[in-house]
């Protein structure tokens, strides 16, 4: 997780989008190699890449591949669905 992020929680200001979304893309940067549980797209998606069945050259492997407003997307998209 972002530190700032944390930081912004414990002195109780509000978390803008765009630093949800550059934690969301930190978080893609340092697990994409692995795509496991500890990225809340493969998590929320039922442990498996989003469309991981179109070409790799398509989408790398994931819609969400190193987008943090496309990975701040779908999940609010998934958390709404619940």
Avoid: W
């Avoid at 989008?17 to 496991?36: V, W």
């Avoid at 500890?38 to 991981?52: E, F, I, K, R, T």
């Amino acid at each position: 997780m972002d530190d700032n992020i944390l930081i912004a929680l414990i002195k109780g200001e509000p978390i803008s989008q765009e630093l949800i979304e550059s934690a969301c893309y930190d978080m893609c940067e340092h697990e994409h190699s692995s795509c496991n549980s500890a990225c809340l797209v493969y998590a929320l998606n039922g442990n498996a890449s989003v469309n991981a069945h179109r070409p790799f050259k398509e989408n790398r492997g994931c819609d969400c591949f190193k987008n943090g407003k496309a990975i701040f997307n779908f999940i609010k998209n998934s958390l709404t669905k619940i």
